[in-house]
């Protein structure tokens, strides 16, 4: 049996432990929902104060230059780049996810099309996050293509010579699942498609590696991310969009351009022409005028996970989520037995990303509305989910442990059942 002072002994030995000063992290509060809004960096505070007053105050217009605004999508690019196995210059940021992936799929399909006008299907999985289906559905719609739905299992089987891009998830935000990138890009390029990611539950959490650096590894074609979940770039931060640049110079050779030609990427906004022509690089996948705040807050973000590279970068913090999402599930196992949760995320750590997640077909809701009363801040997932995010930069052992001990009372006691607790808020 795990105690509560073997949670305190590890996170003593933790070399990971220091990083979670970093963050401004409320007294009281066991947080477990850094997969849907990563924690505030205490820097975020007076970067963006500083922003605000000095550079926007004071330097008014002229900070566009002078503050190197308008770098800051590729400058806050190449540091998420450097967590997901990108190069420099080949990510940027932008826009949501929710657009980006609209950019990236009318991208694709044209650059899988060409020459391969039968390639008329877009494939993707059941059960993907909401707006990846219906950003793939509204593109397919107006591509005159079709959108494939299959189960996780079935993904292969649909792969066949219909298929013009593959759109996947890499870490399913219900179960914690996390798809082989490798072997998914091997399969979609033998069936000749083109491999699109979705990595909001990736980035920052564990290692990606989009371009496919090192031996007999398949590099991936598109990929797209959140900057609010694992980056701790607050709400609504810009997201970010990544194209292997085999794809921008295929875009240049044949023509191909994203669809929101904003004037921002544009290769010369600042003349001011009549006729677009395409920023050099991943610049063209941006498209109006950057948000500076946001982007400041982001880059405050980002930096509190690159403030790990010294201590082993995200490798070191993978192995710190699996050891708390391990603890998480054996202390379930140990303390929780009998009252009816049946854990959905993967055993197999190898299968597993930064959450865990524990149905439960009557109380799922009323369970998290009870811990968020005990300070336990987990969040619910239509059916059933009861879900608890690790963010490694900033969760304890010892977090882990008075979670599950919440979560044990509440079971014990019933609480859950208090009619308080079935009442639902618009955000889940
Ligand atoms: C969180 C999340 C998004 C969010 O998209 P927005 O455009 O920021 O609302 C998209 N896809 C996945 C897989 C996500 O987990």
Same mark, same amino acid.
């Given at each position: ?133 219906? /950003? ?12 494939? &739905? ?97 794809? &921008? ?46 982007? &400041? ?16 970068? /995200? ?70 989910? &009861? ?42």
């Amino acid at each position: 049996m795990t105690t509560r002072d073997d949670c305190l002994g590890r996170d003593a030995a933790d070399p990971l432990a220091a990083l979670r000063a970093r963050f401004a992290l409320p007294d009281g509060v066991v947080y477990l929902d850094g997969n849907s809004l990563g924690a505030l960096p205490v820097a975020t505070v007076a970067r963006v104060r500083d922003v605000v007053a000095d550079e926007w105050g004071v330097g008014l217009i002229g900070s566009w230059n002078s503050a190197g605004w308008m770098d800051l999508p590729r400058r806050v690019g190449d540091k998420i780049a450097r967590l997901v196995g990108a190069g420099p210059g080949e990510l940027t940021v932008a826009d949501s996810t929710s657009v980006n992936l609209y950019k990236v799929l009318h991208a694709a399909l044209d650059l899988a099309r060409a020459g391969a006008p039968q390639r008329t299907a877009i494939l993707t999985e059941r059960g993907n996050f909401p707006t990846d289906l219906y /950003i793939a559905d509204s593109v397919a719609r107006a591509r005159g293509c079709e959108l494939r &739905v299959a189960g996780g299992d079935r993904l292969a089987a649909h792969l066949d010579d219909h298929v013009a891009v593959q759109l996947l998830t890499h870490v399913d935000y219900r179960t914690g699942r996390v798809h082989r990138m490798d072997a998914r890009n091997i399969a979609a390029h033998a069936a000749g498609a083109l491999a699109v990611w979705d990595l909001s539950h990736s980035a920052g959490a564990l290692p990606v590696n989009l371009a496919g650096s090192g031996p007999l590894v398949e590099a991936a074609d598109f990929a797209v991310g959140c900057g609010y979940k694992y980056l701790n770039g607050g709400p609504g931060a810009p997201a970010f969009v990544w194209a292997h640049p085999r794809h &921008v110079a295929r875009m240049d050779a044949l023509g191909v351009r994203q669809p929101l030609s904003g004037w921002l990427s544009h290769a010369a906004p600042f003349a001011f022409a009549d006729d677009y022509h395409p920023a050099a690089g991943i610049a063209r996948f941006g498209c109006g005028t950057p948000p500076v705040l946001s982007l &400041v807050a982001l880059e405050c973000g980002v930096d509190t996970v690159l403030a790990a590279e010294p201590l082993g970068g /995200i490798e070191a913090l993978r192995a710190k989520s699996l050891a708390l999402t391990d603890l998480l599930i054996a202390l379930v196992d140990e303390r929780c037995a009998g009252h009816g949760l049946v854990l959905q995320t993967p055993r197999d750590p190898r299968r597993r990303g930064s959450q865990v997640s524990l149905a439960h077909p009557e109380g799922g809701y009323a369970i998290v509305q009870a811990l968020l009363a005990r300070g336990v801040v987990g969040d619910f997932r239509a059916p059933d989910l &009861v879900r608890f995010g690790i963010a490694p930069l900033y969760v304890r052992h010892v977090d882990v442990w008075d979670a599950v001990e919440a979560l044990r009372q509440v079971l014990v006691s019933g609480e859950w059942r208090d009619p308080r607790y079935a009442r639902r808020a618009a955000v889940t």
